[in-house]
């Protein structure tokens, strides 16, 4: 149990385009899900947390209008990055939580190249 | 803020040895302690957690994590490791409603 998916796992475009990344729950309802960046050879850095319904809250310094995230179900949350560019490029994961916030169940990540 | 520091970014064992990787937490309540592993482009995998109660944690795969408060530690142990175990270890703290990661140690195992 406690399946979480990402599509795609990989994605290359082109600077100034949008790119939609899929999170979703398989086999849970995830009432919050956390959508994480992943720089090469670093930690993963907190993006934003949705709750199903509401605003995302983004963590301090995340553009929330580059970086768009809807949580418009329980089993599915969405990142856009609004006109990619080259420093986006980044391994991309969500998780995500039926209760507990400490309780995550992690995507296998998004791999975004921008060129 | 809470933090994680992970000392060591690289780590070579042989087969069959055993393993510490180590982990210092900062944050100011009692802390909630992760251990996940991630394999080369793949999402984090959970090992063990501690949220309280007995200070010895087992997980999954054969590993075990100790909570030492006095320290401000929560290592992670493995008595003999397996090639398979070559991946990169993050320990994570929760706190303020959110996880929040140390560097972590790439485990590299040698035949």
């Known amino acids: 149990g406690a399946v979480v998916s990402q599509h795609p796992s990989w994605v290359i475009c082109k600077s100034g385009t949008s790119v939609k990344i899929e999170c979703r729950s398989l086999d849970f309802q995830a009432t919050t899900m956390f959508w994480y960046r992943q720089f090469p050879k670093q930690s993963l850095m907190l993006m934003a947390t949705s709750n199903e319904g509401s605003k995302a809250t983004y963590e301090q310094g995340v553009e929330k209008d580059k970086f768009l995230i809807n949580h418009a179900s329980l089993t599915l949350s969405t990142l856009t990055v609004t006109s990619a560019h080259p420093e986006d490029s980044s391994f991309y994961i969500c998780?995500?939580?039926?209760?507990?916030?400490?309780?995550?169940?992690f995507g296998p990540g998004t791999r975004l190249t921008v060129l | 803020a809470q933090s994680v520091t992970q000392p060591d970014i690289h780590i070579t064992v042989s087969e069959g040895a055993s393993l510490e990787l180590r982990c210092n937490y900062s944050?100011?309540?009692?802390?909630?302690l992760f251990w996940y592993v991630q394999s080369p482009g793949q999402g984090l995998q959970l090992l063990l957690k501690y949220f309280s109660g007995d200070t010895l944690v087992q997980g999954i795969k054969g590993f075990e994590a100790e909570f030492k408060r006095s320290q401000s530690s929560f290592n992670l142990r493995k008595p003999s490791v397996h090639w398979s175990d070559a991946a990169e270890y993050f320990c994570a703290v929760f706190g303020g409603n959110k996880l929040v990661f140390g560097a972590g140690t790439i485990l590299r195992v040698k035949s």
């Open positions: 944050y100011g309540a009692t802390p909630y």
């Open positions: 998780s995500a939580s039926g209760g507990s916030y400490n309780e995550q169940f």
